[in-house]
C-alpha cells in the first residue's frame, strides 16, 4: 500500500502545537523545582530525634519503680541490697522459662522476689496509707490469649501478685478487691498474713515525714507521696515461642487516701501484654496513667501506627504522661525480644536479663536513657 505524505500546511501547525506542550511541561517541572528549592527549613518536614540504642534479646526485665536516684546517692550497702534484689528477681524468673514453665510463671516469680524485698514499695516493703494501713494492688497478663487477673485493697495477702494470677485462674472474674479478695485467697488456701508483716522503719518514717510529724512540730494536713526509693516492681518476659506476659505489683503513694486505687492492678492502664505487640509493666502517678490507658497505649501505637517498641513506648511516656501533667516510665519487651525502659522521671530503677545470660541492672539516673 502506497504511503501518504501530509501536506505541509497541516504539519507546520502540529509541530507548533507539540511545542508549546513541551514548553508548558518543562516549565511546570521548573516552576516545581523551583517551589521545593524555595521550601525554607521550617517548612520542610521535621527529622525524627536519633533514637536510643535499643536493647536487643531480652527474655525478661525488672523494675523497681520511677523516680531520682543520683549517682552518689546510695551508700554502697544500699546500691548492692537494690542490685542483689533485682538480679535475684530475674534470676528466678529466667530459671521458670530455663525449666519449660508458662511465661506467666517467669513475671509472677520475678514480681514475688520484689514483693518479698523490703527495699521495695510492695508486698514487705509497701508503704502506709493515711490510717497507718498496707493496701496492696497487683496485676497480671497473659499476652497469647489476653487473660488477665487484678487486685486492689488487700490487706491480709503476702503476695498480691499470686493472688491476682489465681483471680485469673481460678475464678470467672478479672479484678477483685478489698474485704473480698482477700476472703478469695483464704478459700484458695492462701495464708492469712498480719499486717504487722508489712511494717517496716523505712515507710513508717516516711509516712510520719508525709504527716508532718516532726520532733518539734504538729501534724500537717494529709497529702501522699508521689515519689519513693524502691517504687511500685514489676516484670515482662518473652519465652522462646514469643509468648509475653506483664506483671505489676504496688502499695501506692505513702499517706495515701484509704480505698485510693492506682494504676497498677488496672489492666490497660499499669499493666499489659499481647503477643501481638508488646508487654508492659509501668510505674508513676497511677491516676495520669489510668487516663491515659498508658500500658495499652504502648500495645496500640504498634499494632496500629506500626510503631517499634522504643518509639511506642517512649511516645506515651515521655511525652503523652507529661502533657496529662505527671510523670512515670515503664519497661517495655516485645516478642522478639526488643526492650525499652522510657522514663519522664530523671530515672527508673530497673533490670534485665538476655539470651545469653547476661544481666544488667541500672539505678542511677544516668544508667537509663530517657528514650
Not at 504511503?3 to 511541561?25: D, E
Not at 528477681?89 to 522476689?113: F, I, Q, S
Not at 492502664?269 to 497511677?286: D, I, K, L, P
Request: net charge positive.
Amino acid at each position: 500500500m502506497p504511503s501518504r505524505t501530509l501536506p505541509a500546511k497541516r504539519v507546520l501547525p502540529l509541530l507548533t502545537g507539540l511545542g508549546v506542550l513541551v514548553a508548558g511541561l518543562s516549565g511546570a517541572q521548573t516552576t516545581a523545582g523551583a517551589a521545593v528549592r524555595a521550601q525554607s527549613p521550617a517548612q520542610a518536614p521535621a527529622q525524627a530525634a536519633p533514637a536510643q540504642p535499643v536493647v536487643r534479646d531480652v527474655v525478661i526485665a525488672v523494675h523497681g519503680g520511677a523516680g531520682s536516684l543520683p549517682r552518689g546517692s546510695l551508700t554502697p550497702d544500699q546500691e548492692k541490697a537494690y542490685r542483689d534484689g533485682l538480679t535475684r528477681a530475674l534470676k528466678a524468673g529466667h530459671a521458670a522459662l530455663e525449666d519449660g514453665r508458662p511465661v506467666l510463671d517467669a513475671v509472677e516469680k520475678a514480681v514475688n522476689v520484689l514483693e518479698d524485698d523490703p527495699n521495695f514499695n510492695a508486698g514487705k516493703g509497701a508503704v502506709f496509707n493515711t490510717d497507718a494501713e498496707q493496701e496492696l494492688d497487683a496485676s497480671i497478663m497473659n499476652g497469647k490469649d489476653l487473660r488477665s487477673g487484678a487486685v486492689a485493697g488487700v490487706h491480709n495477702t503476702k503476695n498480691p501478685i499470686s493472688l491476682a494470677r489465681m483471680v485469673m485462674e481460678k475464678s470467672p472474674h478479672v479484678f477483685m478487691a478489698g474485704k473480698g479478695a482477700d476472703q478469695f485467697a483464704l478459700r484458695n488456701g492462701v495464708p492469712y498474713t498480719t499486717q504487722d508483716y508489712f511494717w517496716t522503719q523505712k515507710r513508717w518514717d516516711q509516712l510520719m515525714a508525709a504527716k508532718g510529724n516532726t520532733a518539734g512540730g504538729a501534724a500537717s494536713a494529709a497529702r501522699p507521696q508521689h515519689t519513693e526509693v524502691g517504687g511500685t516492681v514489676g516484670a515482662v518476659a518473652v519465652d522462646g515461642g514469643r509468648n509475653v506476659a506483664a506483671a505489676t505489683s504496688t502499695g501506692g503513694l505513702t499517706n495515701k487516701q484509704v480505698g485510693r486505687v492506682g494504676d497498677s492492678p488496672v489492666v490497660g492502664a499499669g499493666t499489659y501484654a499481647s503477643n501481638r505487640t508488646v508487654a508492659v509493666s509501668c510505674t508513676g502517678t497511677g491516676e495520669a496513667f489510668i487516663r491515659g490507658v498508658a500500658a495499652h497505649d504502648i500495645s496500640a501505637l504498634m499494632e496500629y501506627a506500626r510503631q517499634p517498641v522504643h518509639a511506642a513506648a517512649a511516645k506515651v511516656i515521655t511525652e503523652k504522661i507529661p502533657a496529662l501533667g505527671a510523670t512515670g516510665a515503664a519497661i517495655a519487651l516485645d516478642p522478639r525480644g526488643n526492650f525499652a525502659a522510657p522514663h519522664s522521671t530523671k530515672g527508673v530503677i530497673n533490670g534485665y536479663l538476655t539470651r545469653d545470660g547476661r544481666i544488667v541492672t541500672r539505678l542511677y539516673d544516668d544508667e537509663t536513657p530517657a528514650r
